[in-house]
């Protein structure tokens, strides 16, 4: 992400129970990451489009502003406690799935981002790929043969019990 001082990201989670690696590339980014257990205080119904790729930019996103919260849309903000961080080049930070995060570019600033999953949220990534077959418009018969498959696959996702990534969730 490329990002003028000043350019933000709305309070959201990630999508698909996704943890989301961030490290910075070029300028500094503050983070401000507020726990899973606070999902009562910021969440808000519906999904924030990319408007040029029509790809969900988050399906779990929030209205608060959190540097001018309304006392009276959101009482219970006052009750959120953040912990936060800021990126200079060359750091990582990791967010956890379930995690709410917002940032700033505090100078022009270039983050390389990606998400990723684990033993733990792996099932996210089948989630993922029935909202791209949601979105790509098939014929009824196919989408039924691609969701199929689909559950086939979050089988055995589910199932791998393989040794070695035990072993790397430890």
């Known amino acids: 992400t490329m990002a003028p001082p000043g350019g933000m990201t709305r309070l959201h989670v990630e999508n698909f129970s996704a943890h989301a690696w961030f490290t910075q590339i070029e300028g500094s980014r503050l ?21 040029d790729t029509g790809q969900d930019y988050a399906q779990k996103v929030s209205p ?7 006392q009276r849309r959101h009482p219970l903000f006052k009750e959120a406690k953040a912990k936060y961080a800021v990126l200079d080049p060359g750091q990582s930070l990791v967010v956890p799935s379930g995690w709410w995060h917002y940032s700033v570019a505090l100078e022009a600033s270039v983050t390389l981002q990606r998400n990723f999953w684990t033993v733990a949220n792996r099932g996210g990534i089948v989630d993922l ?40 969730s430890d």
């Open 64 to 70: 608060v502003d959190i540097f001018f919260p309304s």
């Open 31 to 51: 983070f401000f990451l507020f726990p899973p257990q606070a999902r009562p205080l910021y969440e808000d119904s519906g999904r924030e489009r990319d408007q």
């Open 129 to 168: 790929l029935r909202d791209i077959v949601d979105g790509e418009g098939l014929d009824p018969s196919t989408r039924e043969r691609v969701l199929k498959c689909l559950d086939e696959l979050y089988e055995i996702i589910m199932d791998d019990d393989d040794p070695e990534d035990a072993e790397l």
